[in-house]
């Protein structure tokens, strides 16, 4: 079932209305879009505030029902995610993941800046806590019991905001070229023999 999350929104911000606010009318044509009960529908409208609380116990069941469908879908998606991370970037299943890790390093790594060597030694901690979320998400999925998506959601969004932190930890870490230390040279150099000085790092 496809689930309209604009309409859940609305229902979400009708029930988080104050009472007092609330256009009980409104709430009778959000149950009429969810159950199709014409009859129902034209009873409430005969006087919606008087039954106030009749709208508002079935928008809230009706909206944990949406909101379950919603985590659901989350789940499933973020699922497909993290089976691409485990995929195409690291390899979850060594027993030492430095090993590998280890060949991503400058080879001008003891020369950069503190807080640039300090990137690459996070992303193994980074990497390591992966493997961690990791496992316990392969514990999750072999237990006997089915495991419900509001215990894997967690761990699924952990280790997809790890992975992003990585990546990101290493656009900065392969590409930095030293140019904020290059601006100042240049600027200290005669004119006479000024000349564009830019290093490039060599592709692993």
Known sequence: M????????KIQ????????????EQGALYLLKLNGNQIMYRNLMAN????????EYHLRKHYGFRVKELTHAQVVQMDKQVEQIEKKHYSFAE???????K??????????PEEIQALYVENLSLLQRMREVHLRLRTLSTADAPCPDSERYPFLKELIELDKKM???????DHYTGSEQEVVKVVETPKSEEKPARKTRKKK
């Open 2 to 9: 496809t689930i309209d999350h604009d309409f859940t929104e």
């Open 13 to 24: 911000q009708w029930l988080e209305t104050a009472h007092e606010e609330r256009d009980y």
């Open 48 to 55: 919606p505030r008087g039954k106030a609380e009749f709208i």
């Open 95 to 101: 027993d030492n993941p430095a090993k590998e890790f």
């Open 103 to 112: 060949q991503g390093k400058r080879a001008d790594h003891d020369t950069l």
């Open 167 to 173: 990546h990101a930890n290493w656009e900065q870490y």
